[in-house]
């Protein structure tokens, strides 16, 4: 009986350890990003003091990476779909995106900005809540799904009809 008990309890003592090794190394690689990053807001057109949903638009978001010596690499960039008929949009960055198979990388910070109207009666982007000077992606909220995305929200962003100087943002941007 004993010699029995052994030879179910050898394989499957080498599956789960094998399992708990996988998840070490799945623990390491998610150090690079910790779960899926999800970014959602609205964007708006302002025409005098109306706010219209903006169909058609689009966000992007910009993470600054560094290398393992705390060097800046090369950022990476997504960008939304285009906005639905209520202005809504979703960007999604996963950690194979992020991910340099010859250095470790991490993500020092991630930004938010306004990228493209599909107007042309509204099509430009505006400083409200840091649309061209980029939202910091600061507070998220854990959503527990397969994929569990920390989902952060930025904005609402506005364009407008008509290009805006506003003097806190150095050379316009």
Known sequence: MAQTCSIFFIPYMMLLLSLLAAGVATITDGELLSSMIGVQGLIYCKQ??????????????????ADE?????????????????????LATLSSSEVKDYKKLMRIKE?????????SDTCSFPTE???GISGAILQNYRLLENKLKMKLFTVGP????????????????Y
């Not at 010596?69 to 949009?89: I, M, R």
């Not at 008509?162 to 003097?167: F, G």
């Open 128 to 130: 409200i809540n840091r």
């Open 48 to 65: 005098g003091s109306k706010l219209t949903p903006l169909q058609g638009a689009v966000a992007r978001v910009t993470c600054e990476r």
């Open 69 to 89: 010596y705390g060097y800046e690499a090369e950022d990476v960039t997504v960008l939304s779909q285009a906005t639905d008929a209520k202005g809504y949009f």
């Open 110 to 118: 991630c930004r938010a900005f306004l990228e493209l109207s599909p």
């Open 157 to 172: 962003f506005v364009f407008s009809p008509e290009e805006t100087h506003d003097k806190s943002i150095p050379n316009g």
